[in-house]
């Protein structure tokens, strides 16, 4: 809100806590009267994060509120903007109107970055948006009131998503990442659901459902690779008549293309690239990316759903394995401490 008066309204205190309490972070001008912010609406509303001015250097803007009402200091002097004359047109303009999109820009990154923004408390956002920072950079501020003295930057970069290069190429079984950062391999064979928007919603009533079918090709048990993958929901239906579905065997005739689906601004892209592996089994690698900005709880494997079931190697998995490794070892002529290969076969079929 790069707005501002004199005038100290409640209703404007009743919407914008209305606005944070439902995950939204506001934003607004700390006022360009070089006197006490919390003299000022909506500046003075404890809710909301009031951005005031500094200049190159360092130094506070002359014309720029302070006080204790102010919770960060971003560039407001000699900004490159948009000018009035024509849609092209450019000017340079000063104000804390200036400074509070800068904040307003890091806010959005944040929650690009951190799916679950929306869901946490506003504070819990503002340690977020906080968690690279300056204290103590603006010079020039009066001591009375005391201003805070804390400069916000960019917050530290965190992927919710593998987004590959272009022209990447698929070289193995799926090695998943989910929108907190947990890497995990799968281990389970069966139909896994990727992704549910929003999450716990029912089949026929998702925004975007990607399912996917795993099977194991070779004789390790993480040797786990995708055979069929099926992109449903209204998001993807919009864009295709009954959504995408790819099999591993029908190999695609043109290289592989972000799809993206979803409405502007909120649109999730998705990548489903063919890859086969050295003893020429087909299989399919799925990438998504920009969970971050879909606003809603996003649930599957790749979402927040828990992943320990299909992620952990059953106990007969680890002596199917150990057993592969002795053999091996033996026919390579080496002494093998532990079980013989008589025992440890009793064993997997226990």
């Not at 951190?114 to 603006?138: F, I, N």
């Not at 993480?222 to 055979?227: H, L, Q, S």
């Not at 490794?325 to 079980?339: F, M, N, S, T």
Request: hydrophobic share 40%; charged share 15%; proline share 5%.
């Amino acid at each position: 809100m790069s707005l501002g008066g004199p005038n100290i309204l409640t209703s404007e205190l009743i919407s914008i806590d209305s606005l944070v309490n439902d995950g939204i972070t506001v934003v607004v001008a700390a006022g360009n009267d070089n006197t006490d912010a919390c003299t000022f609406a909506p500046a003075w509303i404890p809710s909301a994060i009031t951005v005031a001015s500094y200049q190159t250097g360092g130094s506070k803007s002359g014309f720029s509120n302070y006080g204790t009402c102010v919770d960060v200091w971003a560039p407001g002097s000699g900004i490159m903007s948009l000018g009035v004359q024509d849609d092209s047109s450019l000017a340079l303009n000063s104000g804390t109107s200036m400074a509070c999109p800068h904040v307003s820009g890091l806010a959005a990154i944040m929650y690009q970055h951190h799916a679950m923004a929306g869901t946490m408390t506003a504070s819990q956002r503002w340690d977020l948006l906080t968690g690279s920072q300056r204290t103590g950079y603006v010079t020039g501020i009066p001591t009375t009131p005391v201003s805070v003295n804390l400069v916000a930057l960019a917050p530290t970069s965190a992927p919710a998503t593998p987004a590959p290069t272009d022209g990447v190429a698929a070289v193995g079984d799926p090695h998943l990442q989910n929108v907190n950062g947990e890497r995990f391999d799968l281990m389970k064979p069966g139909t896994h659901v990727m992704l549910n928007i929003p999450r716990g919603m029912s089949p026929e009533n998702t925004l975007l459902r990607v399912q996917a079918d795993a099977v194991r090709l070779g004789e390790h048990c993480a040797d786990m690779y995708f055979r069929q993958l099926n992109i449903t929901g209204s998001w993807a239906e919009a864009k295709q008549v009954g959504g995408y579905q790819y099999v591993a065997s029908q190999q695609a005739a043109k290289p592989s293309e972000w799809i993206a689906v979803g409405p502007m601004f909120r649109e999730v892209k998705l990548k489903v690239v063919h890859g086969i592996t050295e003893g020429g089994f087909t299989y399919l690698n799925l990438y998504v990316k920009n969970l971050g900005r879909v606003g809603l709880a996003v649930g599957g494997l790749l979402g927040e759903d828990d992943h320990t079931d299909v992620s952990t190697p059953s106990e007969h998995c680890g002596r199917e394995f150990t057993l592969e490794v002795l053999e091996d070892e033996r026919a390579k002529g080496a002494h093998v401490h532990g079980p013989s290969v008589t025992s440890v076969a009793a064993a997997s079929f226990d």
